[in-house]
């Protein structure tokens, strides 16, 4: 089993930055990608960025150049770094553990808030 907190939401104000963590109960990252996703209010839940098990990232198409997920291996944790926001990108936030071999089951985080608004 493994868990995944979330933290570092808030409100802020257009233009702003936030900086998201996750962090996991133990290593898991040779063997699962991690991945942030967000909900906003009546929509579904979209993925947002990803670094896979080998360091490679990937983003949607709203947060290519404003958005950076890094990882810290030694501290089990996935950060994603949110400049430049935008009240669109208001949602729920949560991290995601994805497992390489279909075998392993995913998790999730509880999620956290992040409201943009002046």
């Known amino acids: 089993q493994v868990q995944l907190v979330e933290s570092g939401g808030g409100l802020v104000q257009p233009g702003g930055s936030l900086r998201l963590s996750c962090a996991a109960s133990r290593s898991i990252f040779s063997s699962y990608h991690m991945a942030w996703y967000r909900q906003a209010p009546g929509k579904q839940r979209e993925l947002v960025a990803v670094?896979?098990?080998?360091?490679?990232?990937n983003y949607a198409n709203g947060v290519k150049g404003r958005f950076t997920i890094s990882r810290d291996n030694a501290k089990n944790t996935v950060d994603l770094q949110m400049n430049s926001l935008k009240p669109e990108d208001t949602a729920v936030y949560y991290c995601?553990?994805?497992?390489?071999?279909?075998?392993?089951?995913?998790?999730w985080g509880q999620g956290t808030q992040v409201t943009v608004s002046s």
């Open positions: 995601k553990a994805a497992p390489i071999l279909t075998t392993l089951p995913a998790y």
């Open positions: 670094i896979a098990s080998s360091g490679s990232t």
